[in-house]
T-cell receptor, first 115, second 112 residues
Framework: NAGVTQTPKFQVLKTGQSMTLQCAQD?????MYWYRQDPGMGLRLIYY???????DKGEVPDGYNVSRLKKQNFLLGLESAAPSQTSVYFC??????????????FGPGTRLTVL | AQSVTQPDIHITVSEGASLELRCNYS??????LFWYVQSPGQGLQLLLK??????LVQGIKGFEAEFKRSQSSFNLRKPSVHWSDAAEYFC??????????FGAGTILRVKS
């Protein structure tokens, strides 16, 4: 049981390049999330997916797209990378059996630098 | 819209001393409240959470937090800090669909 995994761990892009960050979970959770973490700002929600095939915008979706074709995978795309997207990206999945167990589990993060 | 304020960016505590990290939230309904810890280069680990009932919540690693509705606060406490507690701590409030809103974080340094 690996939990939430993210690939790659590190990535350097040039301005204008595109890439996809991958997230996988093996806990059969319905909901998945993408956050970005910037110094002094905590984590901010980019996109989330309540179930396979559905996605919705979070607080900072501009410049990103997502895909949830399979329940276990949630992909985050950068169409044309900009230096402002330099950040650490975290994926999370959510277990909801009851309010007492409603918890998000986080992956180890992807550190992205855009030059 | 919900928001979370962690007033202290950095806190330094001597090993063995007590700790309190402050968290204030803004949310229209009864909130789900969380404390996460992040060690350098790592992801976030859940310390504890409040969703209803007893306002004093016990978590892992000897941490506890108290929900005070009248003060809109959810402060994290530990009676005796260990060097391994040095990390960044995030308070979060859960809204619709459990879309978490995080505070900016508090970096804890532990002096030996």
């Amino acid at each position: 049981n690996a939990g939430v995994t993210q690939t790659p761990k590190f990535q350097v892009l040039k301005t204008g390049q595109s890439m996809t960050l991958q997230c996988a979970q093996d806990m059969n959770h319905n909901s998945m999330y993408w956050y970005r973490q910037d110094p002094g700002m905590g984590l901010r929600l980019i996109y989330y997916s309540a179930s396979e095939g559905t996605t919705d915008k979070g607080e900072v979706p501009d410049g990103y797209n997502v895909s949830r074709l399979k329940k276990q995978n949630f992909l985050l795309g950068l169409e044309s990378a900009a230096p402002s997207q330099t950040s650490v990206y975290f994926c999370a999945s959510r277990r909801v059996l009851a309010p007492s167990t409603d918890t998000q589990y986080f992956g180890p993060g992807t550190r992205l630098t855009v030059l | 819209a919900q928001s979370v304020t962690q007033p202290d960016i950095h806190i330094t505590v001597s090993e063995g001393a007590s700790l309190e990290l402050r968290c204030n939230y803004s949310y229209g309904a009864t909130p789900y409240l969380f404390w996460y810890v992040q060690s350098p280069g790592q992801g976030l680990q859940l310390l504890l959470k409040y969703f209803s009932g007893d306002t004093l919540v016990q978590g892992i690693k000897g941490f506890e937090a108290e929900f005070k509705r009248s003060q809109s606060s959810f402060n994290l406490r530990k009676p005796s800090v260990h060097w391994s507690d040095a990390a960044e701590y995030f308070c979060a409030v859960g809204g619709e669909g459990n879309k978490l809103v995080f505070g900016a974080g508090t970096i804890l340094r532990v002096k030996s």
